[in-house]
């Protein structure tokens, strides 16, 4: 990989995102490390509850960069009035619809679109999410515009990203092993939006009402753990012995570090913006 930014390389995304098989793994590698921090999506529900201006069970919502669904699972049980959710990848948007039990998917409707061009009505919803996706936009700004016209006057954005430095351990692991020596100098998965410049790039489009960084530490109980998730993250260019095998891998970091845990930490910044015309 190069150094410049794949993160918002469509052609690049495009291939990144087409199944949902690494964003699972990765996912579930990461939550099986979870030591210290709120889960995203208990946030996200709380900070509905605080700052929607009208009842859940009337509002009309938005989730934009769905992914496989993990956060429109919980605002479909949150039981809004509708709930729109929109990805760029269709394999993603199928695994949205298919995680989604028949009772919540009655108000929900599932979209393949580029968030840069949303295909809502203006001042449509109540509320937009948008949930570790923002930092793949080519214009962020383009995205936050569009999330804001999709709000009605007194409807709020929440977007959700991390700070660039999240899992700086592992990549200085990966370095001082030799299995990635240029990873604490590649682009962060967070370089465009992250939990330093979001309130800054939302603050001329919506009234920034609140920022939330929470702490999140992880330890991976052993090397195989760790394997699963190095070999999912995207930011890693590993030796082609490796390919995609994880536990090629874990025999890579045997040889080289001992058997053992490895704590890694990530800060997950929360920002609320809010329509006020
Ligand atoms: C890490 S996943 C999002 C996870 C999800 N929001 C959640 O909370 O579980 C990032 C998503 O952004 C989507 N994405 C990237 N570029 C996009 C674009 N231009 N328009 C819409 N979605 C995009 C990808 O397809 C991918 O599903």
Known sequence: MSSANPFTDTGYLHQLYATPRRLTERTSA???ARLHGTPVVEVISDLLHTHLAVPVDTARVLDVGCGRGTTTQALAALDPRFLVAVDASASLISTTRTRLGAE????AWMCVADFHHLPLPAKSVDAVVAAFC????????VVLSETARCLRP?????????ARDSYHELDRLLASTGLDSHAPNRPSLY???HSHNIAELAAPILHVRQLRHDQHLFRFTSLDHLARYLITSPKYTLAASVGNDPDRLAS????RRPEG????SSTVTYLVGVRHD
């Open 252 to 255: 890579e970091l045997r040889l």
């Open 154 to 162: 007194g409807g709020v954005l929440i977007a959700v990203t991390k």
């Open 104 to 107: 919540e998917r009655r108000n």
């Open 191 to 193: 370089e465009t939006v």
């Open 134 to 141: 923002l930092y793949h936009a080519a214009q962020p700004t």
């Open 261 to 264: 845990p490895v704590n890694a």
């Open 30 to 32: 990461l939550l099986d």
